[in-house]
């Protein structure tokens, strides 16, 4: 995942580019182009070779960082079928939307300080040389119903280790979205190079501890009285898995 070895630009108008790419999502090329104030012969040949290496991708007439996440998947489990995907820039409503419900039980804070992120940022996938973040959603025709989020920092002493968040709106829980969300998010890290992934919980959520235990998670510590909740203090429980 190492950023700054992938990145050699060649062109300091092509990593403006990408950074103001990265940077905002997904982007109209002519007004990417305008911003930065990049003649248009120039602006289309550094486009081009950013995409020749795999870098950029045009989708519905927007810029946008490439990520390869691999295919959305179908699921059908009884009366329900849903999909898994990688998240794409037009499904940040969504994914902020899902977080929120879900965190409106007052039991998933760091999912909420993602939602509340990425809403800021007008954001959703990053990749530069402080850190990766990646999204999966789960889409009940064409809706997002849950989402897996993975965030690696590039700092080479925690570049194997990701946080990931993952929650299903209530809803649509007992049909597998979850543990399937789950997966996809650790073969993903798994893939990137990522060793170790973590997540942090407030003990009150006995729901999400079982989820992850059922999955191979571990506690690895317990900070005591770290959040308040309804004025009342509760613990943080910090889990892990070894990937």
Do not use: C
Not at 36 to 61: M, S, Y
Not at 87 to 106: F, H, M, P, T
Not at 153 to 178: F, M, N, Q
Not at 185 to 211: C, D, R
């Amino acid at each position: 995942m190492a950023f700054a070895e992938e990145h050699e630009f060649g062109h300091e108008d092509r990593k403006r580019i990408y950074e103001y790419v990265e940077r905002h999502g997904a982007v109209d090329p002519d007004d990417v182009q305008d911003r930065l104030g990049i003649d248009p012969g120039g602006f289309r040949h550094h486009v081009a070779i950013l995409k020749r290496d795999g870098r950029l991708e045009i989708e519905n007439g927007t810029l946008r960082v490439t990520i390869d996440a691999g295919a959305e998947e179908e699921y059908v489990s009884e009366d329900l079928e849903f999909h898994i995907r990688p998240a794409r820039q037009e499904d940040l409503s969504g994914i902020v939307g899902a977080i929120r419900q879900v965190a409106e039980e007052k039991t998933y804070i760091v999912a909420e300080s993602v939602a509340d992120e990425i809403d800021h940022e007008n954001a959703l996938l990053r990749h530069n040389e402080l850190e990766a973040r990646m999204f999966f959603v789960a889409t009940v025709n064409g809706e997002v119903v849950g989402w897996v989020h993975l965030r690696g920092p590039e700092l080479d002493k925690l570049s194997h280790t990701a946080e990931l968040t993952v929650g299903v709106i209530e809803e649509y829980r007992g049909h597998g979205i979850g543990s399937h969300l789950l997966s996809r998010g650790l073969e993903w890290a798994g893939a990137n190079g990522y060793e170790k992934v973590y997540n942090s919980v407030p003990s009150t959520n006995e729901e999400a501890i079982a989820f992850l235990e059922e999955h191979g998670w571990e506690t690895e510590a317990v900070r005591e009285d770290h959040y308040k909740l309804n004025g009342h203090y509760v613990d943080e429980v910090m889990m892990a898995l070894e990937l």
